[in-house]
């Protein structure tokens, strides 16, 4: 069997859709709008088309394929991988692994006493104490995975059971295949509150009935990178049918986690205990990795519903959650000072399934008798350990009040609203000042004295910000300049490299409430911040100016895809350009790496501007004007914004090519819209209609309505007889 040039424009259609939705993952983001558009920041040294040109030296710098003929091409060279290796072992090689820190060493805790508490965040130095790493891949390696999940992993996805349900694929009815279309994976979100609720639903029944109940909670510890795949589970290596494009897949995909483990041995110390010759990790990043992490723990899964037996288990990936019924564990006191009542549990309820075992100061299993403290191994999984900090057990005594489990229960169901389109009712009066923290009190809570430490709330920070944002976008409250330094100087210092995932949404919310000059400042400052970054020599061998270009790129992919928004943005005025010119000049000073187009922060007049436009790949969330990215003035860069409410319709016509390879479904009441206002650049009059468009809210089960105001020009007698139905 060959792989056609439509099963690679499949694979590339999901993969292209995963990466819209995807929030983490920017510079895999930007890489797929290179790929597509063959615009690169440093087209001279390394033009994106440059591996399919069949020339040398400079002949090859100003070639250029289409997204067809790339696809084509990818088709024929899998087809032949056997025959002729060159065209994927030349991508094979340009695998490396993107660095970024997950945690810092708190200076606050480190250096002063308990009773000391501040704010400063800003310091010469932040060390890293913990990296996370991301793969760094051809775009046409993802493709690859992709195709062998649509022909291989499916496999896997379909003997899993309903108890996990962290990132399934979306199999048709009989699980023979991945459905048809863009989807690849089933909603995030609705798989997560499933997860979550069914959990504290289960337990709040059991109560009800009169019995106790435990609800525990385990979070394995740096999964992705401590899995041990044996290579014969992803390829055995069958040469008999060497002209069977499947086993030319495999191979390649073998390959991918072959170099990319080879990289991770090299670079980080904790995974000297994967063997080179037969075990592989898991690439985060690689959309294939979520496949074989959930499939990775269903002999753990198999063990607990055939030993223990809960009321409830749930699986997201590497998030565990049990709920036990009646526990004949004593909660009122520990049987010696070594076991606490957490792990009495685990070995009363978890026997054979998960056991206890010593960890030293560097995190690692131990052996001496004087090791700090004790953590938990799931038993068959020699490398897989559980967080201690992030062990959770509560015990719910029938008899006594359970006013706390059902508060647990409404805090949750409040929550489902995080990342709806718009925010609810109400909910554009949030503050930075009550959203950006959590206060651990000792004591009587509200007072000073009494007031041990605080800590910032992601969830809180990402609500404020995304509700701000669409207020701002309905013009029902905008920020004003005091309220717009505030956010700017909060992600400051420390904050600026710890919430590095939220710098989009912090730019995005500079632009559309146009404050350009704050913007500006944050901007710079991140870059500033991350020249300061340093690393422990524990953490591995990689190298600072590694994490810090990981870093610049994702800084940048943050602020190119913001900027998409409203090409001008930042040239609207003489003073704002002068003062990012100095800036960015400044930069260089200090890191000459930025003297090159490759890590020059993109601004108004970077002549890869409008790349995420000609891919389609901004947030269509943010553009007010439904469709407005399909037409051909915004892919040409003649629509200059796209957050604006006053937009000339008359360059309003929508592009096939858009349409034909959009990377998310359309929906039905924004075509109807769009004939709409197509027909509205062809009048000459003024005219004002207010629509009502009904919205529904899948997350709350919730009817409710949005107001749409238009102002055009006259449209014509079958335009106004379609909105008198309306």
């Known amino acids: 069997m060959e792989f056609s040039v439509q099963n690679i424009r499949d694979a590339y259609r999901k993969l292209k859709s995963y990466v819209y939705y995807d929030h983490t993952d920017l510079v895999l983001r930007r890489q ?80 002063y006493n308990d009773n000391f508490i501040s704010n400063k965040r800003i310091r010469r130095c932040y060390e890293i104490e913990r990296l996370t790493p991301f793969i760094n891949a051809p775009l046409e390696l993802h493709i690859i995975a992709v195709l062998w999940i649509m022909n291989e992993g499916y496999h896997k996805d379909s003997d899993l059971g309903n108890e996990s349900l962290g990132n399934r694929l979306l199999l048709n009815q009989d699980k023979t295949s991945v459905v048809q279309g863009s989807g690849l994976f089933r909603p995030y979100f609705n798989q997560y509150q499933r997860w979550r609720d069914e959990a504290v639903e289960t337990a709040v029944n059991i109560i009800k009935k009169g019995k106790n109940v435990a609800f525990l909670n385990l979070d394995i510890k740096e999964y992705f990178s401590s899995v041990k795949i044996p290579r014969s589970e992803l390829y055995n290596g069958h040469q008999d049918e060497v002209l069977n494009s499947e086993y030319n897949l495999k191979q390649i995909f073998l390959d991918i986690h072959v170099r990319y483990t080879e990289n991770l041995i090299k670079d980080l110390v904790i995974n000297a205990q994967l063997s080179k010759e037969f075990d592989v990790a898991l690439p985060i990043g690689l959309v294939s990795s979520y496949v074989l992490a959930n499939h990775y723990l269903k002999k753990f899964d198999d063990a607990i519903a055939k030993k223990v037996k809960p009321a409830y288990y749930g699986r997201y990936v590497d998030d565990l959650i049990f709920v036990i019924v009646d526990p004949e564990t004593s909660f009122s006191e520990t049987n010696s000072n070594r076991e606490s009542i957490i792990e009495n549990f685990v070995q009363e309820n978890f026997p ?159 632009l559309v409430n146009q404050k350009s000059a704050q913007y500006v400042d944050f901007l710079f400052h991140c870059y500033e911040q991350i020249e300061r970054l340093d690393i422990r020599e524990e953490v591995g061998n990689v190298r600072i100016d590694k994490i810090k270009n990981s870093l610049f790129e994702y800084l940048d992919s943050s602020n190119e895809i913001t900027l998409a928004l409203d090409l001008d943005f930042l040239s609207k005025t003489k003073k704002i350009e002068r003062d990012f010119e100095f800036k960015k000049n400044a930069l260089s000073g200090f890191n000459f790496s930025f003297l090159f187009s490759r890590k020059e922060p993109t601004y108004s007049k970077s002549y890869w501007i409008t790349r995420f436009r000609q891919a389609n790949m901004m947030r269509h969330n943010y553009v007010v004007h439904p469709l407005l990215t399909y037409t051909k003035a915004s892919k040409d860069g003649k629509l200059r914004s796209l957050v604006a409410i006053k937009t000339d319709f008359n360059k309003y016509q929508i592009s096939e090519d858009l349409m034909a390879n959009s990377p998310r479904r359309v929906k039905f009441w924004e075509c109807c819209l769009s004939v709409i206002y197509e027909d509205l650049g062809k009048e000459n009059k003024l005219i004002r209609v207010i629509i009502t468009l009904p919205i529904f809210s899948q997350s709350t089960k919730r009817q409710g309505q949005m107001n749409l105001t238009i102002t055009w020009m006259s449209p014509s007698n079958g335009l106004l007889r379609l909105m008198n139905r309306m």
């Open 32 to 111: 797929l709008v290179e790929f597509e558009t063959s615009i690169g920041k440093d087209w001279l040294t390394n033009n994106p088309s440059s591996h399919y040109s069949s020339k040398k030296g400079f002949d090859a710098i100003f070639e250029n394929f289409s997204l067809d003929d790339k696809l084509d091409r990818i088709a024929k060279e899998i087809n032949n991988y056997r025959e002729d290796r060159e065209f994927f072992d030349g991508l094979l090689k340009k695998i490396s692994i993107d660095y970024y820190p997950k945690k810092l060493k708190e200076e606050r805790k480190s250096n």
């Open 352 to 510: 054979g399934i998960i056991s206890i075992v010593a960890i030293g100061k560097n995190g690692n299993q131990s052996q001496s008798r004087d090791s700090e403290k004790n953590t938990f191994r799931l038993d068959g999984y020699e490398t897989l350990f559980c967080q201690p900090d992030k062990s959770l057990l509560h015990y719910f005594d029938a008899e006594e009040s359970h006013l706390v489990i059902d508060r647990l229960k409404q805090e949750l169901d409040e929550r489902t609203s995080e990342f709806r389109d718009f925010p609810e009712e109400g909910a554009n009066n949030l503050s930075l000042a009550s959203s950006a923290y959590h206060l651990e009190y000792d004591g009587t809570e509200g007072k000073i004295r009494t007031l041990k430490d605080y800590k910032e709330n992601r969830f809180g920070l990402t609500l404020f910000l995304s509700n701000k944002i669409f207020s701002a976008l309905r013009h029902q409250n905008n920020l004003t300049d005091q309220e717009s330094e505030d956010v700017v100087r909060f992600f400051k210092g420390e904050n600026c490299l710890t919430f590095y995932r939220l710098w989009e949404r912090i730019l995005t919310l500079l």
